[in-house]
């Protein structure tokens, strides 16, 4: 496909389960994003890759979380031990840039995770 | 901390009206800002986007307004269409070497245009 795809598209997990959301950017896309978005709020950082190096995790909100890109396309975003704050949209957004542009993100679907 | 504030919350407009939306930032490095649009069930999409060097952009029905010394920037979106009803996000972003040009978004506007 031509766009920034993510699976699962919904997640229910019980709290305390660990959780892996994926993200297929757009091929070529040097830059890879992962954002948060609660329940009638914008979206929120959470980190950013350019091509396999995790040059900013500053948005993770505990060290629950943990993202990776090990060959600079597909990344994954793991929760461990779910809790319910975790609930959210999960978005992964990828671009062309490179550092010093502003290259538009372009934004997946999103995995909507609930924890219960 | 909130470093963009936006309003309102939400906006109900009648088809073929003036929908106005604001946002306000606190960061005087960021200098890219774009609007994103959001269905429900869908990811956020660019709209429109401006750097500070200019003070109004338009692009088809949309046009952002942008005042450097007050710190605002608004979306108008002129003859307003059902089809637009969606959620409407300001952001800004400001280029640094370690993370790229991640966005800090607003809060958001439902948009509901009435036929």
């Known amino acids: 496909g031509a766009g920034v795809s993510q699976s699962p598209r919904y997640k229910v997990a019980k709290r305390g389960q660990d959780v892996a959301l994926r993200c297929d950017p757009i091929?070529?896309?040097?830059?890879l994003f992962w954002y948060q978005q609660a329940l009638g709020q914008g979206p929120e950082f959470l980190t950013y890759?350019?091509?396999?190096?995790?040059?900013?995790k500053s948005g993770l909100p505990s060290d629950r979380f943990f993202a990776e890109r090990p060959e600079g396309s597909v990344s994954t975003l793991k929760i461990q031990r779910t809790q319910q704050e975790d609930s959210a949209v999960y978005l992964c957004?990828?671009?062309?840039?490179?550092?010093?542009?502003?290259?538009?993100?372009?934004f997946g679907p999103g995995t909507r995770l609930t924890v219960l | 901390q909130q470093q963009v504030k936006q309003s309102p919350q939400s906006l109900i407009v009648q088809k073929g009206g003036i929908s106005i939306i604001n946002c306000a930032y606190e960061?005087?490095?960021?200098?890219?800002f774009p609007w994103y649009q959001q269905f429900p069930g869908k990811g956020p999409a660019l709209l429109i986007a401006?750097?500070?060097?200019?003070s109004e952009k338009k692009e088809g029905r949309f046009t952002i307004s942008f005042n450097k010394s007050a710190k605002q920037f608004s979306l108008h979106i002129m003859d307003s269409q059902p089809g637009d009803s969606a959620t409407y996000f300001c952001?800004?972003?400001?280029?640094?070497?370690?993370?790229?040009?991640?966005?800090?978004f607003g809060e958001g506007t439902q948009l509901t245009v009435n036929p």
């Open positions: 957004a990828s671009s062309l840039a490179r550092v010093l542009s502003y290259n538009e993100q372009f």
């Open positions: 091929s070529g896309h040097v830059s």
């Open positions: 890759f350019q091509n396999e190096a995790q040059l900013d």
């Open positions: 952001a800004a972003s400001k280029n640094r070497e370690t993370s790229g040009s991640r966005l800090t």
């Open positions: 401006i750097r500070p060097d200019v």
């Open positions: 960061n005087t490095a960021f200098d890219y």
